[in-house]
């Protein structure tokens, strides 16, 4: 199994401050066709998480310009800008290349 | 809109059943592999089950295998997650999700449904 280690498991941010979450795979996430099948998601307070970023740095339909995520191989990263208010939540990734899909254990995002 | 309502939940026994269901509306049902991925409580997304979009080709974490069976009908599009022997261990919200393509690889999960929470005690 593809095992995904995220750091920190905590982050406390001001709002307007940037913040950063690394995401590490046991093993590449490039597939043959070319792609990298690494997703970002949140789960906001006492919702169902909601995907932000696809195929490692694709924002998805209607997420803010100020998440960005970078990386290749096996390294990952998720960067917000400036953070705000509703920022608030737990990230994770999650490879999307082998069975069984695995995630990070979460990041914790809270605002100072 | 695409909607998944998830339905079943509830309080089971230890070594019980119960079965899981989540209504699907808003799009091509037979046209998406689906998933069910579960969260025990404080914890994080742990991946269950998938399922083909035609229903032929399903997938099992192991922490499941042999003890739960994911199914679809794509008449009444409708998702189901059979599960038996429950243990203490499946305590969970369970999330069913739907891929973004037919396959339940190299495809990422919108939307989730908001849950429906599994606890196994006596």
């Known amino acids: 199994d593809i095992v995904m280690t995220q750091t920190p498991l905590s982050l406390s941010v001001t709002p307007g401050q940037p913040a950063s979450i690394s995401c590490k795979s046991s093993q590449s996430l490039l597939h043959s066709d070319g792609k990298t099948y690494l997703y970002w998601y949140l789960q906001k307070p006492g919702q169902s998480p909601q995907l932000l970023i696809y195929e490692v740095s694709s924002r998805f339909s209607g997420v803010p310009d100020r998440f960005s995520g970078s990386g290749s191989g096996t390294d990952f990263t998720l960067k917000i800008s400036r953070v705000e208010a509703e920022d608030v939540g737990v990230y994770y990734c999650m490879q999307g290349i082998h069975l069984p899909l695995t995630f990070g254990q979460g990041t914790r995002l809270e605002i100072k | 809109e695409v909607q998944l309502l998830e339905s079943g939940g509830g309080l089971v026994q230890p070594g019980g059943s119960l079965r899981l269901s989540c209504a699907a509306s808003g799009f091509t049902f037979s046209s998406y592999a689906m998933s069910w991925v579960r969260q025990a409580p404080g914890k994080g997304l742990e991946w269950v089950s998938a399922?083909?979009?035609?229903?032929?080709?399903?997938y099992y974490a192991d922490s499941v295998k042999g003890r739960f069976t994911i199914s679809r009908d794509n008449f009444k599009n409708t998702l189901y997650l059979e599960m038996n022997s429950l243990r203490a261990e499946d305590t969970a919200v369970y999330y069913c999700?739907?891929?973004?393509?037919?396959?339940?690889?190299?495809?990422?999960?919108?939307?989730w449904g908001q849950g429906t929470l599994v606890t196994v005690s006596s």
């Open positions: 999700a739907k891929f973004c393509g037919s396959t339940v690889t190299t495809n990422w999960f919108d939307p």
């Open positions: 399922i083909s979009g035609s229903g032929g080709s399903t």
